[in-house]
């Protein structure tokens, strides 16, 4: 199983493309309680198998003491643990290295730091370079995960050359997605796109569980939608939450064939201009859907209609009928 | 047990019409099936649970292993699976922009 928990909604940036909104003036998390279940109920659900368990925000290191015992405790689970952070902690070399070699103690595994032109606004790219830096001398793997707009002083390359030098050990490179900050906004000029409708199925879910609890099926900006939406994880058992994940007729037909199933009954019900021309990826297509109240629907309606002939054929196969 | 045509109706039409509900009966088919007044049996749940099983195991087999096609923070916790050898050189092509 692979679960990401963004244990708190607090950070000390408040980046325009950031679709939760995460800021200083949050404050909603999960508890310590709540995590520490979460986790316990995933490695039970989870068996023999290999637990990876991803924890971002918000910026996780706004509460070093907590992510130090989440860590821990994920580890005495046997659990792959990772982490996301803006690398705002990293004001001198020996701080950032101290705070690593702690992390790394406690079982984590490898982290990623996360920036961009927004992120820039309020974490320093020095800071970025002193944690890729530490990161090296403590041994402990670090990605960069890098947001780009269509303008961006580096292109991939450039992006590519600055954090390995930095001491990076893998690059990812992300377009923008217009899924911003509540009432921020960014000219369609930012944008990368391709034109048309992309083909291909989701590449990737993760039951990812927010601050407050719900639980979607993806995390990736304009995922957290009513569409994507599996459960309640701390109000639902995490295995009902795990159930739908895995057998919900929207996550369904995402992995079997993707947002562009739900391109017919769109066309259908006379609401293709709802549609762009052009999409970054499959997953913008599949956020666009999702966060548009009227092509929203119409995908509930078609998973809706999957998942009732699947469960209907489920039952009459199991069930017998006299007269 | 076997369901009278009116209980394969209702419990059809209650399939057809309520998502909590088949939500219930893709976690717990006893549990669902005693909502309308009909008890399964335990090879009916069987059966059903066994469905349900190959649909967990189909979801799972989709899930992707390559983290160059992941999105956002999944492709993190791909990178990272096999991390262990800090002088590991970055895996081939990792400069390619992915979706989100």
Not at chain 1, 189 to 210: H, Q, W
Not at chain 1, 237 to 244: E, G, I, P
Not at chain 1, 259 to 266: H, N, R, S, T, V
Not at chain 2, 42 to 63: C, K, M, P, V, Y
């Amino acid at each position: 199983m692979k679960l990401a928990l963004l244990i708190t909604a607090h950070c000390n940036a408040g980046c325009t493309h950031c679709s939760t909104s995460c800021g200083p003036h949050r404050s909603e998390h999960l508890s310590r309680e709540q995590i520490f279940r979460l986790i316990d109920e995933a490695a039970e659900l989870n068996g023999s198998e290999k637990l990876r368990v991803l924890l971002s925000g918000g910026e996780p290191f706004l509460a070093f003491d907590l992510l130090l015992d989440v860590v821990r405790h994920a580890r005495d689970k046997r659990a792959i643990v990772t982490c996301v952070t803006n690398a705002y902690w990293a004001t001198s070399i020996e701080k950032a290295r101290d705070l690593l070699r702690q992390l790394k103690a406690a079982g984590l595994r490898s982290f990623a730091i996360s920036t961009s032109r927004f992120h820039q606004q309020f974490i320093k790219r020095q800071r970025v370079e002193r944690a890729l830096q530490a990161s090296r001398d403590v041994g402990l793997r670090c990605t960069l995960k890098y947001v780009r707009v269509r303008d961006d002083s580096l292109d991939e390359r450039g992006v590519r050359s600055w954090a390995t030098s930095a001491g990076a050990h893998d690059v990812q490179d992300f377009p923008l997605l217009p899924h911003l900050r509540a009432g921020a906004s960014a000219p369609e000029s930012s944008y990368i796109r391709d034109a048309g409708v992309p083909t291909g199925t989701c590449p990737g879910a993760i039951l990812t569980v927010r601050e407050d609890g719900r639980a979607f099926t993806c995390c990736t900006p304009g995922a957290f939608t009513t569409l994507l939406q599996v459960g309640h994880a701390t109000r639902d058992s995490l295995r009902d939450v795990n159930a739908r994940f895995h057998v919900g007729g929207v996550q369904q037909i995402l992995r079997r064939k993707g947002p562009g199933e739900f391109l017919e009954a769109i066309r259908a019900r006379a609401q293709a201009h709802r549609l762009r021309s052009s999409y970054a990826s499959v997953c913008d297509l599949c956020t666009h859907i999702a966060a548009d109240p009227v092509l929203g629907a119409i995908a509930t309606e078609v998973a809706d209609a999957f998942e009732v002939r699947q469960v209907s054929a489920l039952v009459e196969s199991a069930i017998t009928v006299t007269c | 047990m076997s369901l009278t045509i009116a209980e394969h109706t209702e419990l059809l039409g209650r399939i057809a019409s309520d998502r909590q509900f088949r939500s219930l009966l893709l976690t717990s088919p006893r549990k669902a099936a005693c909502e309308l007044g009909i008890t399964l049996s335990e090879s009916e749940e069987g059966q059903i649970l066994s469905g349900l099983r190959a649909i967990h195991r189909d979801g799972t087999d989709r899930l992707p292993s390559d983290a160059q096609t992941a999105p956002f923070l999944f492709s993190v916790l791909l990178t990272h699976d096999d991390a262990g050898d800090e002088d590991e050189d970055p895996p081939k092509g990792s400069e390619r922009r992915r979706p989100h």
